[in-house]
């Protein structure tokens, strides 16, 4: 389905792409018939399509921040208890933060394999005018928050919310106005989810397939149809200086 190619986080993107492809497709074939080439008929509709879906791509709305927080509640409550707003405590001096949910699985889900106890969520629109520093700014934010303790204990590992490439995606349509020579390369976003992984940080991605996925760096950890992964402590290891915990 044509919906499954869109960020989860873009309002209609299905609907308006079907009805403006369907309506740009009507109207390339008449402007080609008017100008009586075949050939140039053949080349010139799907050349119009393609660039009207760039131009979709680069403006199409994204969610404000509490809109996508309620899909996701709505997409994760079958399956997880969830605490929205959670209070905890930074270890060092005791201050307070907050991490925007806190689950816990419910029998179901741990019958099918899911180890984590407990686990956070922090979700971040990419719409800004720095989208990859924000980005990296909530891969720290969400690092410290596996330190803290939340509601009594402190989370196996937390999720960032959209996956990080649509961070990158919006500064490149945006801030780089789509220009090839500020394209991002995969091993930048690879990087980051290197690092990620290694601080107990993961992404969580929607699915149309397995509805969800919990992902660390290249590694599926779990998703409600497939189960958990069989990979060993993947992202709740914990690093102290050079050894592993």
Not at 71 to 83: G, P, Q, R
């Amino acid at each position: 389905m044509l919906a499954s190619r869109f960020p989860p986080c873009w309002h209609g993107a299905e609907t308006a792409c079907w009805v403006a492809g369907f309506s740009l497709l009507t109207w390339g074939n008449v402007r080609c018939k008017l100008i009586g080439s075949r050939v140039l008929q053949f080349f010139c509709i799907p050349y119009i399509i393609i660039q009207f879906f760039v131009h979709i791509f680069s403006f199409m709305p994204i969610k404000p921040e509490p809109a996508m927080k309620r899909d996701l509640v709505a997409l994760l409550a079958d399956d997880f208890e969830i605490i929205p707003e959670a209070e905890g405590l930074w270890p060092l001096d005791g201050s307070k933060c907050r991490l925007d949910f806190l689950l816990r699985p419910k029998p179901h889900i741990v019958e099918i394999g899911f180890r984590a106890t407990v686990f956070g969520i922090e979700v971040k629109s990419p719409v800004s005018s720095e989208s990859v520093k924000k980005l990296l700014d909530c891969v720290m934010q969400s690092y410290t928050y596996t330190l803290c303790e939340f509601c009594g204990v402190r989370p196996d590992f937390v999720l960032i919310y959209p996956e990080v490439n649509h961070f990158f995606e919006h500064d490149f349509l945006k801030k780089y106005k789509g220009d090839e020579r500020n394209k991002y390369r995969p091993e930048e976003v690879r990087m980051v989810r290197r690092i990620m992984q290694r601080a107990n940080v993961g992404e969580l991605a929607v699915s149309e397939r397995y509805r969800y996925e919990i992902h660390f760096a290249a590694s599926r950890y779990f998703d409600p149809v497939r189960g958990q992964t069989h990979v060993e402590n993947l992202g709740t290891t914990r690093r102290v200086g050079s050894r592993k915990t």
